[in-house]
Structures are given as C-alpha cells and as structure tokens.
C-alpha cells in the first residue's frame, strides 16, 4: 500500500486547514518545497499535493511551486483547481504524474470522459464527502450527489484511481472513517486512496487490514499526523511495505 505523504498550499505556504474551512488554518512551513525535500529523503516516492488557492479559485494558482516539487523527482499527485483542459494539460506537461479532478467530475461526465481517453491513468478523481454527500469548490458548496453514487458513476467512466475524502474527519487526528471507506471499495472496482483522519500508526494498520478484502485499496493520504508529530513518514513508509 503507497503512503502519500500531504501538501496543501495556500499563499505559498505549506498548510493545513481543518475539515477543508479556510478560516481553520495552521501554516506549518513557508517553502512546500522544501516540505517535498524532506518527505522523499524520508523514503517517500509519491507526494500528493492540494493547490487550495487554485480550489477555491477555480483554477490553478500555485504551478511555480508545484514544478519545484516536481523538479525533486517526487511523483506529484495534484488537485485543486483543475477544472479546464487547458490546466490539466499544463500540469500534466511540466511533470505531474497524476492530476486529481474534482469539482468538474460531479459536474460533467464527459469532461471525465475526454480526460481518460487523453491520458488513461494519470487521471485520478477526488470524491469529497460531507455527511455521504459530494462537496465541491474547495469543499465550500455540498451537492445532493452522494458519494457512492459518483464513486460507481467514475468507475464506469473508466476511471483508474477514486481518492475518497470523509471531510468531518479530515485534519481532526480522530482517525479514518473505515466504514465509509470499505463503501466506497466494495462499490467500485477502481483503485482507492483513502484520506482523512489518520492520526497514527494504528490508524494506517487499521486500513492495511482492509486489503485482504478489498485488494483495490492502494493507499492512504496522511498530513496534519506527520506536521503534528503524532508518526513519523519514514514509521508509516515501512508498516506500508511490510
């Protein structure tokens, strides 16, 4: 199971903002890229970053940083903002691996659709969940879409990896909401990223177990529990590859 240690950036700054509100903010470095640095001589290989400016404003607004993270040779995982063509293409052409779509994904099946004939499995969809039901623009609007319901829809889309957020857990250190996750798992037939709440070792244990019945859980996105000192990256890498 792959680890995807967190970065969320807001102002240039490296963040993290409890349950997605951006007036429950905690700025935890002032250069992301150097957060990156840290997290591959920990052992990482992936890094999964969130442009929040970009998702609150609807369009990417921290590339400059981002292709610093990427010019480390980190695989970027990014959402935040990729709404249009034009920036998955610009993100995906400077070196991101995999660009994770939100907001459009409840709104168009077809923009989905265009998306995975481009570029296959570099394309990811985030599915955020406020209470089952879909949250979009930078968590700020909750749609009537639950969350299993776009899960299945993305899967027949052909959509090769579904990033599941539970937002009343996310940043809050009380652990993943494993019952949401194995929904979403036993829905689709898609790889899962599960995200939201891990506070510690236990935690991610807790979601390797969920492998020996749903082999389609690929990983888990913890942040706030590596900034917070409750692990260690370098403690979370070696239970996932043990």
Request: glycine content about 14%; proline content about 2%; charged content about 20%.
């Amino acid at each position: 199971m792959t680890v995807y240690p967190a970065i969320d950036i807001k102002g240039g700054r490296c963040v993290r903002l409890t349950q997605g509100r951006a007036d429950a903010e905690t700025v935890y470095a002032e250069d992301p890229a150097g957060v990156a640095a840290g997290f591959k001589a920990a052992g990482s290989a992936w890094v999964h970053v969130v442009d929040l400016d970009g998702a609150f404003a609807g369009e990417p607004r921290n590339l400059e940083t981002v292709e610093r993270i990427v010019g480390l040779g980190l695989r970027v995982q990014l959402g935040g903002g990729m709404r249009t063509r034009a920036s998955v293409d610009r993100a995906l052409s400077m070196g991101v691996a995999r660009v994770v779509i939100g907001t459009r994904a409840a709104e168009s099946n077809s923009f989905i659709s265009e998306l995975v004939a481009a570029f296959g499995d570099r394309i990811a969809v985030g599915i955020d969940a406020k209470a089952g039901k879909v949250a979009v623009k930078g968590w700020v609007d909750t749609t009537g879409t639950s969350a299993l319901g776009l899960a299945r829809r993305m899967d027949t889309l052909g959509v090769a990896t579904l990033i599941h957020t539970d937002i009343g857990n996310d940043g809050m250190l009380t652990g993943p909401n494993l019952s949401a996750q194995e929904s979403i798992l036993g829905a689709v037939g898609a790889k899962v990223i599960a995200s939201g709440g891990v506070s510690s070792r236990e935690d991610v244990t807790d979601l390797i177990a969920l492998r020996e019945n749903y082999p389609n859980l690929d990983g888990v996105i913890v942040g706030k529990a590596i900034y917070e000192g409750r692990v260690t990256l370098t403690e979370l890498l070696g239970i996932a590859a043990g």
